[in-house]
């Protein structure tokens, strides 16, 4: 079965300080990958996608991910993480199906 | 103003009761989902609509109906609620012809859900 596995369900992050969040997906076919961030007592809001091209994806916020196809990963980090970066961040792949299989999610804390 | 609303956004109910979750889209888009996510499990697909006459069930359609009445309205039922049935819900929109390609979802504000 495709799955997605984010396996840090919480990470404590300190201000300022770099952080990586990890997702790997389970199926070498073609894939689009997407991060999403939810706020707290919001919805999910769109960080990134790769669907082609440059393995190094840029999105909002200061956030970048990149797509390692041998390793089925696509990792998000930020170099320096501030108070307001304090949410829950989903992995979320398109394993060819039109649909999305999402992860479980990573919460990240920022430690002031 | 947002594209993508939801209503009610909180709704306490009681077991065996029928609810109805309604969503409602601006941004012109065929595709329509409805999810829902519980602490620590992620985002679970129940049903989604890939336009009006098209109705599909997700991983998690048992105990939930939909109606897609419109290209901009697609509502969730439960026709008898069960506490189980407690989380919060998602709709989501795309449009696999959109600007840069792939088949980016946009979602709503959720609907928190508390079957007692």
């Known amino acids: 079965a495709q799955s997605v596995t984010q396996l840090d369900s919480q990470v404590p992050v300190f201000e300022e300080a770099p952080v990586e969040l990890r997702c790997n997906y389970s199926s070498s076919v073609s894939v689009y990958l997407f991060w999403y961030v939810q706020y707290p007592n919001q919805g999910l809001q769109l960080l990134l996608k790769?669907?082609?091209?440059?393995?190094l994806v840029k999105g909002i916020n200061g956030f970048e991910a990149e797509f390692n196809k041998s390793q089925t990963s696509f990792h998000l980090r930020k170099p320096s993480v501030h108070i307001s970066d304090t949410a829950e961040y989903f992995c979320a792949v398109d394993f060819g199906n039109e649909k999305l299989t999402f992860g479980t999610g990573t919460r990240l804390t920022i430690i002031p | 103003d947002a594209d993508v609303t939801q209503t009610p956004r909180n709704r306490i109910t009681k077991t065996g009761k029928r609810i109805m979750l309604e969503c409602s889209q601006t941004k012109g888009h065929d595709r329509m989902y409805w999810y829902r996510q519980d602490p620590g499990l992620g985002l679970q697909l129940i049903y989604y609509?890939?336009?009006?006459?098209?109705?599909n069930k997700g991983e998690i359609s048992d105990g939930y109906s939909v109606s897609r009445q419109a290209q901009a309205k697609f509502s969730l039922s439960l026709e008898s609620a069960i506490p189980n049935q407690t989380a919060l819900y998602f709709c989501?929109?795309?449009?696999?012809?959109?600007?840069?390609?792939?088949?980016?979802?946009?979602f709503g504000p959720g609907t928190r859900l508390t079957v007692l």
């Open positions: 989501a929109t795309s449009d696999p012809l959109g600007a840069g390609g792939g088949d980016t979802q946009y």
């Open positions: 790769y669907l082609s091209g440059s393995t």
């Open positions: 609509s890939f336009d009006v006459k098209d109705i």
